[in-house]
């Protein structure tokens, strides 16, 4: 008996998206033409102990590490692209710039804590769209991803990439908009020109919406629930004054333009325990949101 795709099962159960990007604050981008492996940081064509060291900074920092490329991938990189993207700060901040070896990502400084971050980096002020097209780490993303990378990278080619695993395969096609750390899923090609020109504006596109990835999943999920009874599309439209998250519930405050402030209270439950992606050994109860108030402050 064939067993259906992750995300084929996932859009028949209609799971919802909101609240799922992947916790990220800080992206390290580097460009490696494929192919990458079942795990990037292990299997990619990098030099190994590169590839350890990358491995335990990021655990150690919290810097997710992405492998990217050009839409096709074959290409021979001699000095290959790097970017760095915090999305934390007001406003995100993105820089970027080119090796001359790829061992030397280790010597950037913004692995150092004490020395200017963006010293060795030029600022990079136009918007990253990357495509998860990693499709040795769940068939999804290179069956869903792909034609959306071709349809985006025809539209934007200078700001497309594809990447390696970012999280939620089974909401492939999943595109990651920089450096704001906005998440979509079930992206199709026809919609990605739309989303990303949408995003090129300052507006979000709230149907094919995951989250911010700065922000805890229940807050994500509050987000979208402000914007969607607000009807508040612009990026920078609602701003997080405070949140707290339990183990039942959470509790989050933003001010819109005007300077109001809103209150959102989500509860938090878990869906049956299902096997989440295509090479999932163990099913996993994956958490759901569901809103309980919003009140106007």
Excluded at 7 to 21: F, H, K, Y
């Amino acid at each position: 008996m064939t067993v259906a795709r992750c995300s084929v099962r996932s859009a028949l159960l209609d799971e919802p998206m909101q609240g799922t990007a992947s916790r990220v604050r800080r992206y390290l981008l580097i460009e490696a033409s494929g192919p990458w492996g079942v795990e990037a940081l292990r299997d990619a064509r990098l030099p190994d102990g590169l590839k350890r060291e990358l491995r335990r900074r990021s655990r150690s920092t919290g810097v997710r590490v992405l492998l990217i490329r050009r839409f096709g991938g074959s290409r021979i990189v001699r000095q290959p692209q790097v970017y760095v993207v915090d999305t934390e700060p007001a406003p995100p901040t993105a820089a970027g710039g080119r090796l001359t070896d790829v061992r030397d990502v280790l010597d950037l400084s913004f692995w150092s804590t004490t020395s200017d971050p963006w010293a060795d980096l030029d600022r990079h002020d136009e918007p990253l769209f990357l495509v998860c097209t990693h499709g040795r780490h769940d068939p999804c993303c290179a069956e869903r991803g792909r034609p959306v990378a071709r349809a985006l990278s025809a539209a934007y080619p200078e700001q497309t990439w594809e990447c390696s695993h970012m999280g939620g395969d089974r909401f492939a096609g999943n595109l990651l908009c920089l450096p704001d750390g906005i998440a979509y899923g079930r992206v199709s090609p026809e919609d990605a020109p739309a989303i990303a020109r949408e995003y090129l504006r300052g507006r979000l596109d709230l149907a094919h919406l995951r989250g911010r990835g700065r922000y805890p999943f229940a807050v994500q999920a509050a987000e979208w629930q402000l914007r969607t009874k607000l009807r508040l599309t612009g990026v920078n439209d609602l701003v997080l004054a405070e949140h707290r998250v339990d183990e039942i519930g959470a509790t989050a405050i933003f001010t819109d333009a005007s300077g109001a402030a809103w209150s959102v209270r989500m509860g938090i439950s878990h869906a049956p325990p299902r096997h989440v992606t295509c090479h999932a050994k163990q099913p996993f109860a994956a958490p759901q949101f569901h809103l309980l108030q919003i009140s106007k402050l």
